[in-house]
């Protein structure tokens, strides 16, 4: 048998992807375990993402040339989804069918044929929007009546740049959109040796918006591993990470040691009340992750319509604890990387009717260094420029409540 190539790695992480696996866990385990060059690791990358990412589009340049689509071998019919990515990248016929076919006789020699002549002949096509942006119809649709278009999903799309979290200071780095955030250009290392943590810098503005400062007392809710509760550390805060994952957690203790920083955590059901309060509160909490689309391509695929109002059920929940939880004149943030009106201004109105106590803050953007996609009772972030789409909303809790 002849050794894997990147084709043919690409191939078999999508066909895992298929089974319901995670393209970037699948795709950082392959890799490193491969002492291949970089180049040919990034074609992997390259292949995987840009497929996942445009799945909708690619089907749609093939449909002409292809009866029964969903009647091929699903190995044949990725392989034509990735020589359609390649063609749709620019790849000359010459350097993109003869690989394509080769992978094809290897999984189902019959329709190597078949493979040959509908990759070669690909041509340009119109696409609705939705399936241009390789959106769900529901979704994309959502979206336009919300936001009152859906241009910006353009950026999940495009390719990822890494960021890292600097909890100490450093020379040398792009800086990224917001303080503390740069543009990692460099290979794989060990970031927590050099005081660095890759995260999205829409992702670390959540935590930025507590303000957090030197002897504050903050409870960081559904802190996984405690990426926020690292900067809120490295700010000099007294910081409780409650989450229900002592996997998780265990290896964010890990990773506080290895970056200097005191971390708290603690394990829980944050459906059921907690047993201290503090004057700074941040909930980030599960979400659809609509706004992650970029680094998650394939969860697009994955969500139902129903899916934002079920998982808005559980965000009220938490926000009740996270509510009770909150000291008088103290701060919540509740933040969400997910784009809906359900999981967003939805919940924000439904918590607000039940919690008198608790009166909006203005999140001033501008001058946030943030792009806003939608601003009004909280604020959602467009994923441009590399950033994750996000929902913000800061309260404060302006009274006990009778």
Known sequence: MRPEGPRALALRILLEVERGGRAQFLLDRALDRLSWPERDKAYVTHLVYGVLRHLRFLDHLLEPHLRRPEGLPPPVRWVLRLGAWEWLSGKPDHARVSPWVEETKRVSARLAGLVNAVLRRLHPREAPECVRLSLPDWLCQAW??????????????????????????????????????????????????????????????????????????????????????????????????????????????????????????????????????????????????????????????????????????????LLETAAQATEEGGVLVYSVCTLTEEEGEGVARAFLARHPEFAPEPIPCPPCPLPVLKAGLGVYVAPEGGLDGFYYLRLRKVNSRA
């Open 144 to 317: 336009q009546g919300f936001f009152g278009q859906v241009a910006f999903a353009e950026g999940f799309n495009e390719p990822a740049p890494l960021f890292v979290t600097a909890y100490r200071p450093v020379a040398g780095l792009p800086p990224g959109p917001v303080p503390d955030s740069y543009l990692w250009e460099g290979g794989k290392t060990d970031f927590s040796a050099l005081g660095l943590q890759p995260q999205n810098p829409a992702s670390l503005f959540a935590a930025q918006l507590l303000e957090p400062g030197p002897g504050d007392k903050v409870l960081d809710l559904c802190g996984g591993a405690g990426l926020k509760a690292f900067y809120l550390a490295a700010k000099g805060a007294e910081v409780v990470s409650y989450d229900r994952n002592p996997k998780r957690q265990a290896a964010g203790m890990r990773t506080a040691e290895k970056l200097g920083l005191r971390v708290a955590y603690r394990t829980q059901d944050l459906t059921e009340p907690l047993s201290e309060k503090a004057q700074k509160v941040l909930l980030d909490a599960p979400c659809t992750g609509t706004g992650t689309f970029r680094g998650h391509p394939e969860l697009r695929y994955r969500l139902a319509p129903q899916d934002p109002g079920r998982m808005a059920g559980l965000q009220l929940k």
